[in-house]
């Protein structure tokens, strides 16, 4: 067991290859979809879409056994107009530079759609931290960090946990940074323990904005949440919190699902027995309180919501007409194909797009680097409460775009937030 076998979010390999489970291509076509609504001149578009910055970095390490390690590592920064770039650290097999590119434009329309003046960024390292000791990944932190320092920044750039990274990362990071500058850098990464000036409530944000807009799309729709049946695919930090937080509010969570396989009870999963069970075993794997069915079947049960909250391109144009859920609330990035969309949408299930419903850690994140900028520290209430009014917020400015443009949840997201990346380029101009 590594330092990181805990981390809190599930793995995100597409589960499809080629275009359905391609993430530059399902992010460029949902931006063509919005800028067309939007009237945007095919220059200004391009001059969007393309990486302010792309960096690749060696990260040589010396292993435990002594033997020297080279790992490839990047640091992408999209767009960084309204503020500086934001955007997570993951440690993965699969970590690539074009994937990377695109989790960073994704990241510049997930802030601006929730109007954090933050821009887009993303990072990772090309490694398997599950065959890593504690000391080894410390070590590629820590030279990954100095590969990358020239970016980095309170003002400048602010990663965040990811993929197989956690507030240990963010405290080495943090550390890194700080010593290189000279001084104690509490704002050059969020997501760190509370101890190191982290926030509360930032572990449960995304979650908790998950389950905030399952409430709210239910709400709109004019359907009770109390009762309501909930399958959620993903029991990481994610998926986990957002089913307890659900269950609180009445909701029954039927099934339960991770990449060991999925659980279904038609009377209810327990959802914080099913968290302990993860948190010592590590998956779901042997869970006793269910029936075991396949994640496919997890996905095409008759529920009300739907959270999928682990894989990337797992709802494609292959399985989304055996959907059967009314409304789909995306707790992963990217777990509804392009292709896909238009199933749902002729179906007529309401999808919450991963770039609202998804945003509350980057929202939290904004509020730690607020506290840590201004050194005044906020109580768990208080953050919880600010963040239940931004998003809140931008449900409704979504949904009043969705019904005035007559589009949907998804494309109205985006159009929100290229509108507003757009209109502070147009405000800033070009520097020559």
């Avoid at 699969?94 to 434009?105: D, G, H, Q």
């Avoid at 190191?196 to 709400?219: D, I, N």
């Avoid at 039927?254 to 396989?261: F, H, K, L, M, S």
Wanted: proline content about 5%.
């Amino acid at each position: 067991m590594t330092a990181l076998a805990s981390a809190p979010k599930a793995h995100t390999r597409p589960a499809h290859a080629g275009d359905e489970g391609d993430t530059l291509a399902a992010t460029t076509a949902r931006f063509e979809t919005a800028a067309a609504q939007l009237d945007l001149e095919p220059g200004f578009a391009r001059l969007l879409q393309q990486p302010e910055k792309q960096i690749s970095v060696s990260v040589p390490v010396v292993m435990d056994d002594g033997t020297l390690e080279v790992f490839t590592g990047h640091r992408v920064l999209h767009s960084t107009v309204r503020g500086p770039g934001k955007g997570g650290v993951r440690f993965d097999p699969t970590v690539n530079l074009e994937e990377i590119s695109a989790l960073a434009a994704w990241m510049t329309w997930k802030c601006a759609v929730v109007d954090v003046p933050f821009g887009g960024a993303k990072g990772g390292v090309r490694c398997d931290p599950v065959t890593m000791s504690r000391g080894e990944l410390e070590r590629l932190t820590r030279r990954y960090t100095a590969g990358i320092i020239a970016t980095l920044g309170p003002d400048s750039d602010v990663p965040a946990p990811d993929v197989n990274t956690n507030e240990q990362v963010m405290a080495w990071m943090m550390d890194t940074y700080s010593m290189h500058t000279g001084h104690p850098a509490l704002g050059v990464v969020t997501g760190k323990p509370v101890a190191l000036g982290g926030s509360l409530g930032r572990r449960e944000a995304t979650g908790r904005g998950v389950a905030l807009m399952a409430a709210k799309a239910l709400q709109h729709l004019g359907w009770p949440l109390r009762n309501a049946r909930v399958v959620v695919q993903g029991y990481g930090n994610v998926g986990s919190v957002a089913a307890q937080l659900l269950a609180l509010e009445g909701c029954r969570v039927v099934a339960i699902g991770d990449r060991t396989g999925a659980f279904h009870n038609d009377n209810g999963i327990d959802t914080i027995e099913a968290a302990n069970w993860v948190r010592v075993n590590g998956t779901l794997e042997g869970y006793p309180s269910g029936d075991r069915i396949s994640n496919d079947e997890l996905l095409t049960l008759a529920v009300d919501i739907l959270v999928p909250a682990a894989l990337g391109s797992v709802i494609t144009e292959r399985n989304a007409s055996d959907v059967k859920a009314r409304i789909v609330v995306e707790g992963a990035n990217g777990p509804t194909s392009p292709g896909a969309d238009a199933v749902l949408e002729r179906k007529g299930i309401l999808v919450v797009p991963d770039i609202l419903a998804n945003a509350g850690g980057v929202t939290v994140s904004h509020i730690e680097w607020v506290q840590n900028r201004s050194a005044l520290y906020w109580t768990e209430k208080a953050v919880n409460d600010r963040l239940r009014e931004i998003m809140s917020r931008s449900f409704r400015e979504v949904l009043a775009l969705s019904r005035e443009r007559r589009v949907s949840l998804r494309t109205a997201a985006f159009m929100l937030a290229i509108g507003r990346v757009a209109a502070v380029h147009r405000l800033r101009g070009l520097y020559a």
